[in-house]
């Protein structure tokens, strides 16, 4: 099983539509998580940490599922600009402060 | 705000050839990570360093990759010699707090391209 596993998408919405990605870790021992916001091409943009009690930022939710051992990113009122790859990550197994990434799930926001 | 930068943006080389890539991560962090991402492929862990040594590397990581911190501001990866499937986007990152807080902020990258 991998490490970090997100399903790829695409996601294709109507801008104003609600949309929710899971994404599965494999370490029960894992702390840390993030959502990253990937642009094509273009590097990795710390979106938002994902803690334990849950994390709000605008139109923005983050989830920790630590029995399912899972994190959601929810998007309310999605907007043109939201297209993106977004990647969850974790620091895995290590103590060196890595983070270990999914493969992403790519999100088209249309007109 | 501050920024990890990266140079240069777009590397071309033969096979064989040694290159460098350089970043300057953000100036009051501790811990630096290079990472790399094959087209369409998912952002992949090279290395990891703190305190002038490398803490963690993964298995892409071999003999032919080096990396070095030369003076107070500077994190170099350098490959001996490239292969075909060395091509890839090279991300360099940075983070303040290390294991426990692993925010990590990414340099803008640099495309190499080997033929």
């Known amino acids: 099983r991998k490490e970090v596993e997100q399903d790829p998408g695409p996601f294709n919405v109507p801008e104003g539509a609600t949309v929710a990605f899971n994404c599965t870790y494999s370490?029960?021992?894992?702390?840390?998580f993030f959502w990253y916001r990937q642009d094509c091409r273009k590097e990795p943009k710390l979106l938002m940490s994902?803690?334990?009690s849950g994390n709000e930022d605008g139109r923005f939710t983050a989830q920790l599922n630590r029995a399912s051992q899972y994190i959601s990113l929810l998007i309310r009122d999605s907007k043109l600009s939201d297209s993106a790859t977004y990647l969850c990550?974790?620091?895995?197994?290590?103590?060196?402060?890595?983070?270990?990434f999914g493969q992403g799930t790519t999100l088209q926001v249309k007109p | 705000e501050p920024e990890v930068t990266q140079t240069p943006s777009h590397q071309v080389t033969q096979m064989g050839q040694e290159v460098i890539l350089r970043c300057v991560p953000i100036?009051?962090?501790?811990?630096f990570y290079w990472y790399r991402q094959i087209l369409g492929q998912k952002v992949e862990f090279l290395v990891s360093?703190?305190?002038?040594?490398?803490?963690?590397k993964s298995e892409i990581f071999d003999d032919q990759f080096s990396v070095e911190r030369p003076d107070g501001s500077n994190f170099t990866l350098k490959i001996r010699s490239t292969k075909l499937e060395d091509s890839a986007m090279y991300f360099c990152?940075?983070?303040?707090?290390?294991?426990?807080?692993?925010?990590?902020?990414f340099g803008s990258g640099t495309q190499l391209s080997v033929l």
């Open positions: 990152a940075s983070s303040e707090a290390g294991p426990g807080d692993e925010k990590l902020f």
């Open positions: 370490n029960s021992a894992s702390q840390s």
């Open positions: 994902v803690y334990s």
């Open positions: 990550a974790s620091h895995g197994s290590s103590n060196t402060g890595k983070l270990i």
């Open positions: 100036s009051n962090h501790l811990y």
């Open positions: 360093f703190y305190n002038n040594e490398i803490s963690e």
